[in-house]
C-alpha cells in the first residue's frame, strides 16, 4: 500500500491536477482561519455562502454570493467548502441539488489542505494545529472540553517553550493552514505578543493566518489589538452570553476590532457537544476506538512539550491530572530528524490517524465531537 492510500489521500478524482481556480463555500471563522495559503495560490473569482446578509460583501477582492453561482462553475474550477466537518453532509445535499460530485467537483478544505498540495505540490502539511498558551481562565465552564476547571495550578506558556515548539515542527513539517493559540484565556499570557511577532517574522510563509481566542469576558487594550493587527491575527471571540449574564464584551470587542480593520469573528455558543469526560467516561471497547476516533470532526492536533498531539483537549486532560496517555500516543518531534522526507510523512501520517496502536487512547473515554455523539449541554455554564 502506498503512502497515499495509507494516509487517505487518494480520494481526488478527475483533474484536480489541472484546477486553477477554487470557490470556497461558506464564509465564517473557518474560511478566515484557512483561506491565505488559498488565496495565494489560485484564482477565487468570488465565495459562496447560504446566509444572504453577506452577499455583497468582499473578503480580499471576492464577492460573497449565493449558491445559484455554483450553477455556472468558470472553466477547471473546484469548490471547496470551508465549513466545519460536522455541517458537512448539509452540504453535501446542496451540492448534489447543482449537480456536483464528491471529490469530482468538490471536497472539504482539510482534504484540499492535505491530498492537493501532497500530490500536486509535493508538500506536507497539516490542516488544523491548536497551542495552549495557558490553563487560565477568566471563565470555569463546568462542561468545558480544555478541563480549566481540572487544573489545581494554572499553566503558562513561556515564549522560548513557544518557540521550541514551533521550530520543532517547522523543521518537520511543509505548511500549517490554520495554527490556533487558545487557552483557557489566550490574551491573559503576557508573552503573547512576542509570540505572534516570532510567527510573524519566521514562518509568514509557512503558517496560514493565525487565531487567538478569547471569550471578551476581559476587554484587551488598544496596544494589545494594534499587537493583534500588525501580526495579521484572526480574534476569534466565544460567546457564551447566555450562561455568565453580561461579563463579556463580545459585541463591543467585534465594534471595535472592526473600526480598526483587525479580522474579527464572534462564534456564539449556545451549545457544546457533551464529551462525557471526566463525569461520564465513555469506556468504548477496544474494537470501536478507531472508528469512534476518525469520526471526531474538530481535528485539534495539539502541539506542546516538544510533541505532536492527535488530540489537544488529551494534553489538557493529562497536564489536570484526570487521564494518563500512554508513551506511543504522542510524538515526539525531538527524535525525528530534522528537513527529512521520512519524517514529514511521519507527521502527516499521524495527523491523519496513522497511530501505533491504531487509535489514541484518550478516544476510548472521551465522546468526541463526531456524529456518533449527539449528546449537548449548555455553554459556558459556570461551576
Request: aromatic share 10%; charged share 25%; with cysteine.
Amino acid at each position: 500500500m502506498s503512502f497515499a492510500e495509507a494516509c487517505g489521500l487518494d480520494e481526488l478524482e478527475g483533474d484536480w491536477s489541472r484546477v486553477k481556480t477554487i470557490i470556497p463555500y461558506g464564509f465564517g471563522a473557518d474560511a478566515h482561519r484557512t483561506l491565505k495559503r488559498i488565496f495565494q495560490d489560485f484564482d477565487i473569482p468570488f465565495i459562496v455562502d447560504r446566509d444572504e446578509t453577506k452577499w455583497g460583501m468582499r473578503y480580499l477582492g471576492a464577492e460573497i454570493v449565493s449558491p445559484e453561482r455554483l450553477r455556472h462553475l468558470p472553466a477547471h474550477a473546484k469548490v471547496v467548502v470551508t465549513i466545519a466537518k460536522r455541517r458537512f453532509h448539509e452540504i453535501q445535499q446542496v451540492m448534489k441539488q447543482y449537480g456536483l460530485q464528491e471529490h469530482v467537483d468538490y471536497c472539504h478544505i482539510s482534504q484540499f489542505a492535505q491530498e492537493w498540495y501532497y500530490k500536486y505540490r509535493h508538500e506536507y502539511c497539516i490542516f488544523t494545529l491548536d497551542m495552549a498558551l495557558t490553563t487560565a481562565c477568566t471563565l470555569n465552564c463546568r462542561h468545558c472540553n480544555m478541563y480549566i476547571p481540572y487544573h489545581k495550578k494554572p499553566f503558562m506558556l513561556t515564549l522560548e517553550e513557544f518557540k521550541r515548539n514551533i521550530d520543532l515542527l517547522m523543521e518537520r513539517i511543509d505548511y500549517v493552514f490554520t495554527l490556533g493559540l487558545l487557552g483557557g484565556e489566550a490574551l491573559l499570557n503576557p508573552e503573547l505578543p512576542g509570540m505572534l511577532a516570532y510567527l510573524q517574522e519566521r514562518y509568514d510563509s509557512r503558517i496560514g493566518q493565525p487565531s487567538v481566542i478569547t471569550n471578551a469576558v476581559r476587554m484587551p487594550s488598544k496596544q494589545l489589538l494594534e499587537i493583534l493587527k500588525a501580526n495579521n491575527v484572526n480574534l476569534v471571540i466565544s460567546d457564551y452570553s447566555d450562561a455568565i449574564h453580561g461579563r463579556a464584551h463580545a459585541d463591543e470587542l467585534k465594534a471595535k476590532a472592526d473600526a480598526m480593520g483587525l479580522t474579527c469573528n464572534i462564534m456564539r455558543s449556545r451549545v457544546w457537544t457533551d464529551v462525557g469526560f471526566p463525569e461520564h467516561p465513555w469506556n468504548l471497547p477496544e474494537e470501536k476506538v478507531r472508528e469512534h476516533m476518525m469520526q471526531c470532526d474538530p481535528g485539534w492536533r495539539g502541539l506542546a512539550n516538544g510533541k505532536l498531539y492527535f488530540c489537544n483537549c488529551a494534553w489538557s486532560a493529562e497536564q489536570a491530572g484526570l487521564f494518563k496517555l500512554r508513551e506511543d500516543d504522542c510524538l515526539n518531534l525531538a527524535v525525528l530528524p530534522a528537513r527529512e522526507v521520512s519524517s514529514k510523512q511521519q507527521v502527516l501520517a499521524y495527523c491523519r490517524g496513522i497511530l501505533p496502536d491504531n487509535y489514541f487512547s484518550f478516544c476510548r473515554v472521551c465522546g468526541g465531537c463526531g456524529e456518533d455523539n449527539l449528546n449537548v449541554v449548555p455553554a459556558g455554564v459556570q461551576v
